[in-house]
């Protein structure tokens, strides 16, 4: 299992630039969120967090999906590897509209498989990227195995949307651009919904010596959970809702994260070298410096 790189998030970086939007940055009033709770024997004066919103539902598609997308056909062409009968998914929802998207910007077939009870509203959002959707069975599990098909029958690129380390890389664009805005940010938050955008993350902040905080909600814990039961996660997790970390610096959250289906554990093939494991909210606040915090 290979570490993802710096290095290959600033090749990612250099592939996507001008085919991605980049990303907007929002700050929140001075005093919106306040430092949160402290030891009371810390008597150093109370100050606010300073917090930026990353805006990447602006991006094209309303996700960061399309930067790993879009990275990862145009690695793929760049290597001579990218099949001539294109590239195939099992996914009506931002990764699905991602890959269609991205697919069109490069001039290739995006074929992607839903099952037949699929919103209408997908569909029409995957066809108007120019996506062959094809519609099998009444379950999701049919629509992958169907998709699965195809790519085995095809030679169709079927990528792995949060463990491709083409699609982390391209994700980890993200934070570049962030840093490039806020040189002295210190933190950043992101919910535990996609592995590929955490991972991506991750390693770009552990080149720029930012520390990462994972959120997920208490009684939805799949991360927590399997980074208890041994495996191994790149980040410090924090779950519990609503859980806060102590600021001052500066932090920024991504808007727009994906889902993981169900299960404890979350493909991984490649991950970010990082010191901590999974942490429970108390253990989280107790042994972090002061950070800012990011909704």
């Known amino acids: 299992m290979r570490q993802l790189a710096h290095g290959d998030i600033k090749a990612a970086a250099d592939r996507i630039a001008g085919k991605v939007r980049p990303v907007v940055l929002s700050s929140l009033d001075a005093g919106f969120i306040a430092s949160a709770w402290r030891d009371p024997l810390d008597d150093r004066p109370e100050q606010d967090c300073q917090v930026w919103l990353a805006l990447e539902f602006m991006q094209h598609t309303g996700s960061f999906e399309a930067r790993g997308a879009q990275n ?65 069975g009444a379950h999701y599990t049919d629509a992958l195995k169907a998709c699965q098909d195809f790519a085995t029958t095809t030679g169709a690129l079927l990528p792995q949307s949060h463990a491709d380390p083409l699609i982390s890389a391209g994700a980890g664009t993200l934070l570049e651009e962030i840093h490039k805005q806020i040189p002295s940010l210190d933190t950043i938050v992101l919910t535990a919904g996609s592995n590929g955008l955490l991972t991506g993350i991750t390693a770009a902040a552990q080149h720029h010596g930012i520390t990462t905080v994972t959120v997920e909600p208490e009684h939805h814990h799949a991360l927590n959970g399997a980074s208890h039961g041994g495996s191994f996660f790149p980040s410090d997790f924090v779950g519990a809702a609503g859980s806060r970390v102590d600021g001052r610096g500066g932090a920024v959250t991504p808007e727009g994260g994906g889902r993981w289906g169900g299960g404890s554990r979350a493909p991984a093939p490649v991950r970010p070298a990082w010191p901590h494991a999974g942490l429970s909210a108390d253990a989280a606040e107790s042994r972090r410096p002061p950070a800012s915090l990011l909704p």
């Open 72 to 136: 990862l056909i145009a690695a793929h062409r760049e290597n001579g590897s990218l099949p001539v009968t294109g590239i195939t998914t099992a996914s009506g929802g931002n990764a699905g509209l991602a890959c269609a998207w991205a697919a069109r910007q490069q001039g290739i077939t995006a074929t992607v498989f839903l099952p037949t009870t699929a919103p209408a509203t997908e569909v029409a959002k995957l066809r108007g990227y120019n996506a062959d959707v094809r519609l099998v």
